[in-house]
C-alpha cells in the first residue's frame, strides 16, 4: 500500500511563495505519474500539476501555469509543488497523489491520495 503524506502548508500574503511536500512510501511499482489536486469550498475539486514518473513530463492547469512547478525526488521518494505569486484564489487543501493510467488530469485515475495540507493566501 502507497502512503502519501504532504506537508508544507501554511498561509502567506499575496504575491509570496510556499513549497509542498509529499513523501511516499510502500512499494511504487506500477505508479506512472504523480500530481497534486486543491479543493476549495466553492470552488470544488481542481487539477492542479503532475509529473510523470519515468521521464519526468510536467503539465499544468492553465490557473498555475507559469507560477507553480512541480518536482520529484526519487532519492527521497518526494514529489514537491513549489508555488510562486501565489493569489487569493489559490487558497485550497492542496493534495498530491499517485495513478498509474488514464488522464491524469482525471482525479479518478489516481490510486492513492494524501490527506491534504492547508495553502492559505491573504490579499
Known amino acids: 500500500q502507497v502512503q502519501l503524506v504532504e506537508s508544507g502548508g501554511g498561509s502567506v500574503q499575496a504575491g509570496g511563495s510556499l513549497r509542498l511536500s509529499c513523501a511516499a512510501s510502500?512499494?511504487?511499482?506500477?505508479?506512472?505519474?504523480m500530481g497534486w489536486f486543491r479543493h476549495a469550498p466553492v470552488k470544488g475539486r481542481e487539477w492542479v500539476a503532475t509529473?510523470?514518473?519515468?521521464?519526468?513530463?510536467?503539465d499544468y492547469a492553465d490557473s498555475v501555469k507559469d507560477r507553480f512547478t512541480v518536482a520529484r525526488d526519487r532519492s527521497k521518494n518526494t514529489l514537491y509543488l513549489q508555488m510562486n505569486s501565489l493569489k487569493p484564489d489559490d487558497t485550497a487543501t492542496y493534495y498530491c497523489?499517485?495513478?498509474?493510467?488514464?488522464?491524469?488530469?482525471?482525479?479518478?485515475?489516481?490510486?492513492?491520495w494524501g490527506q491534504g495540507t492547508q495553502v492559505t493566501v491573504s490579499a
Open positions: 497523489a499517485a495513478g498509474n493510467s488514464g488522464s491524469w488530469r482525471d482525479a479518478s485515475r489516481y490510486n492513492y
Open positions: 510502500g512499494p511504487k511499482y506500477g505508479l506512472n505519474f
Open positions: 509529473i510523470s514518473t519515468g521521464g519526468g513530463t510536467t
